[in-house]
């Protein structure tokens, strides 16, 4: 059996509420965003910035629970600031492709709606 890197959740258009470059590495997110996402703390993920074009992994810190955070700590807050606009994926090793749990946020981090990656269409709740 071969195992493959497939895309299993993304949070979609956030906005980076603050970053803080003497913090220990990683990318703190709302723990109510990981919850709905199936995203887990400490886990590795691809942190993509929209507003810069830049790209970068790291690992999760699980932040307050619906605050909204979305903060990138140590070496990663000189690529991406807050205010910018950025796409996080985590990925997983199956022998089968699946459909990823993918979200849309608002300007504040809050969910909007689930997002069908295949169609690029919302998907009904």
């Known amino acids: 059996m071969r195992l493959r890197n497939y895309m299993s959740a993304k949070i979609h258009n ?14 703190t997110i709302d723990k109510k965003l990981l919850e709905i996402t199936g995203m887990q703390k400490n ?14 992994e790291t690992y999760i810190i699980e932040g307050e629970y619906a605050s909204g955070c979305i903060e990138m700590n140590g070496a990663a807050a000189h690529m991406i600031h807050p205010g910018d606009e950025v796409i996080i994926m985590a990925f997983t ?14 300007e504040n981090n809050k969910f909007v709606r689930h997002l069908n990656e295949k169609q690029g269409q919302t998907v009904n709740d």
């Open 43 to 56: 886990e590795r993920v691809l942190v993509v910035n929209n507003t810069s074009g830049s790209r970068l």
């Open 14 to 27: 956030a906005t980076v509420t603050r970053s803080d470059l003497h913090y220990v590495g990683s990318i």
């Open 93 to 106: 090793l199956a022998s089968e492709p699946f459909e990823p749990t993918t979200i849309l946020v608002d």
